[in-house]
């Protein structure tokens, strides 16, 4: 398949528009944090330095908040502080980076070495105790390039721990697709058989990602490409004709753009770095211009669509609590998704 820039173009243009009318001053949260780290990688890409102002003056705004950190959502903002600490060596998002690495070395563990997604939030103290596999990017990700670029060995040591226990927790051995959860208090995944399409995006983006901080010399690479492979070859198999995947992957159920662009984007990531094989290459693009092709334009600017809301393994009706999640435009976790997905898509053609 031949490179079309035009496809790449359209992601800079989103992502452009997002910079201009969006208030920076946005949530400290694991959607904004995906963003504004997506936003950043998608500067280097391009040689640039056109979202620096927008995501400095994110980390501006909250060094005078103080915002807690608490769970791994709220982690997650570690992802632009340090990014930006390493641009401009500001010292508010050095003490803001700093907050973040002091809860990821200090909340007690749950289970294993993971952390209770919902950490001591107040929602931490209402929902059952558990892990989920959004922590593969809201936590793992940050943990592993600082551990790598800071050379802190027992910290990358943890986190290339954590996809093995992940998988022992959530991966199920029949489908090698995952659960949203693991209920520890219940020793459960949760909900059983039901396999949310984002959260399976979160593992197959985030592994990735992961590895190339880990290096492929490290004692749970091994183990952690393997099963990156196996649930790859599963997902595989609940690709749509039109290259996209729906938002519970084995029931009826709407196709859903997130979970597409990043099984998209780490796809594209493993073939590149050979951890995939290239047989993924072409259902990776497929699944990137899919999502491109659907973005929407208008007067005011422009769109991606068919994103799902946030979503948590609801106690009650778990099948309902995705099916019924309405879809909206701009989520910000979404276009980031999309953009790492172009990335991918313009390093696999360089």
Request: with cysteine.
């Amino acid at each position: 398949m031949d490179y079309n820039v035009s496809y790449f173009e359209k992601v800079v243009q989103l992502t452009d528009y997002l910079a201009r009318s969006w208030d920076p001053k946005m949530k400290w949260m694991w959607g904004e944090a995906l963003l504004g780290y997506a936003m950043d990688e998608l500067d280097k890409a391009k040689n640039t330095t056109s979202y620096t102002q927008f995501l400095m003056d994110y980390c501006s705004y909250w060094s005078q908040v103080n915002p807690a950190v608490d769970q791994s959502d709220t982690a997650a903002p570690g992802l632009i502080t340090y990014a930006m600490y390493k641009r401009t060596g500001d010292e508010g998002c050095r003490k803001l980076t700093d907050k973040v690495l002091d809860y990821i070395r200090n909340e007690p563990r749950l289970y294993l070495d993971c952390l209770n997604h919902l950490g001591n939030s107040t929602k931490g103290k209402m929902y059952p105790k558990s892990i989920w596999v959004d922590s593969v990017m809201m936590f793992s990700v940050f943990t592993s390039l600082y551990a790598k670029e800071q050379n802190d060995q027992d910290l990358l040591d943890f986190a290339a721990r954590q996809p093995k226990q992940y998988a022992s927790m959530m991966l199920d051995t029949k489908t090698n697709l995952w659960s949203h959860s693991y209920w520890v208090n219940f020793e459960t995944a949760y909900p059983k058989n039901v396999f949310w399409g984002r959260g399976n995006g979160w593992v197959i983006c985030g592994f990735p990602m992961i590895l190339d901080n880990i290096g492929l010399n490290h004692p749970e690479a091994k183990e952690i490409i393997d099963i990156y492979q196996k649930s790859s070859e599963a997902l595989l198999q609940c690709m749509n004709e039109d290259g996209t995947f729906n938002t519970l992957l084995t029931q009826k159920s709407y196709r859903e753009l997130s979970a597409t662009a990043l099984i998209s984007a780490g796809w594209m990531h493993g073939v590149r770095c050979g951890y995939l094989d290239k047989k993924f290459l072409e259902p990776a693009i497929k699944a990137f211009q899919v999502c491109v092709d659907a973005i929407e334009k208008s007067d005011e600017g422009l769109y991606m669509t068919e994103i799902s809301g946030p979503t948590i393994p609801l106690p009650l009706f778990p099948t309902l609590g995705y099916k019924m999640i309405p879809l909206g435009k701009n989520w910000s976790y979404g276009v980031a998704a999309l953009i790492f997905a172009a990335i991918e898509y313009k390093k696999t053609f360089e």
